[in-house]
């Protein structure tokens, strides 16, 4: 089991001491020594105020502050949670992705999802409607940059011709691709495009808000098996996929009352669910309960796992 966790930007207004470069530096150096293997950042370019207010959260621009934590760190990936794929042209996140690999020596996983919010796509001059054509298109296209050199792609969106784009990543074929969603069509996907699976906790209303299917620890174990058997019926080595999901036993890392002992039970359950990373919620309080947390669970959890 591998641990993630996405910088806690989790509010409206967030706490500015971890929204400064020495405050991403320190978290990012801080998770490395406690053993965790990934970090990343969400990707909200333009939320409604009104969003906002319904408990929406703000957000840096995820490559940009990768690569300032590239630059602090040796061994920890750089997994964004998650780059809304149709909001930009693939070839410009296959540029800012390969970028990204290379600087941080093969350290980059492309973490992408479909997106839900209607007014940040309309703010972004992208069509709502299109976003899972938008989607399956900028993978294909840039699978292919990533991997060949005059490169050429007719799409409905997107068109090409010779292109060849120098540095590639240097990750071989390319750098992980992960896909979020939880509903058959992201599996689907995944299949088709993708590296790893990265579903998340959604109960029926935030489903409904995110334009996805409802779930939890009960309802992945189907998800999971439903995407081996497309893994099983294509050819394709299942041993090769990733899936992360969050763990919901032991209570909130960040709490007086976690359970540490509670945790690593509900981790070898997912384990045993075929779930290879976890993401791991952190406070945003302050700049030293993320501090205090992540050292108190690298000691009880992750050295025990």
Not at 230 to 242: L, M, N, T
């Amino acid at each position: 089991m591998r641990f993630t966790f996405t910088h806690p930007m989790h509010t409206h207004p967030y706490n500015p001491e971890l929204v400064t470069g020495k405050g991403i530096a320190t978290v990012a150096a801080a998770a490395e020594a406690a053993g965790f293997d990934g970090f990343g950042f969400t990707d909200h370019p333009a939320p409604t105020q009104r969003w906002l207010e319904a408990g929406g959260h703000d957000a840096v621009d995820p490559f940009v502050a990768m690569g300032y934590a590239a630059a602090t760190t040796t061994t920890l990936r750089l997994i964004p949670n998650i780059v809304v794929l149709p909001y930009r042209n693939p070839f410009v996140v296959a540029k800012a992705g390969a970028t990204l690999d290379l600087l941080s020596e093969g350290r980059f996983t492309l973490g992408v999802g479909v997106g839900y919010l209607k007014r940040e796509f309309a703010a972004l001059g992208v069509d709502f409607e299109e976003r899972a054509a938008l989607f399956e298109e900028a993978l294909e296209v840039i699978r292919g940059i990533w991997t060949t050199d005059d490169f050429s792609y007719q799409g409905r969106h997107f068109t090409a011709s010779g292109i060849t784009a120098h540095p590639r990543p240097v990750s071989d074929p390319h750098p992980p691709i992960w896909i979020g969603g939880n509903t058959a069509a992201a599996r689907k996907r995944v299949l088709a495009y993708g590296d790893g699976w990265c579903p998340f906790p959604a109960p029926a209303l935030l489903a409904q808000t995110a334009r996805t299917a409802t779930m939890d620890a009960e309802t992945l174990t189907p998800g999971i098996d439903d995407l081996r058997r497309r893994f099983d019926e294509a050819g394709r080595d299942w041993s090769s996929i990733d899936i992360t999901f969050t763990n919901p036993e032991g209570g909130s890392p960040g709490s007086d009352d976690f359970n540490a002992d509670a945790y690593l039970a509900g981790l070898e359950k997912l384990a045993a669910t075929g779930v290879t990373w976890v993401q791991v919620g952190l406070p945003g309080d302050s700049l030293a309960h993320v501090l205090e947390t992540i050292e108190r669970f690298g000691k009880s959890v992750i050295a025990a796992a």
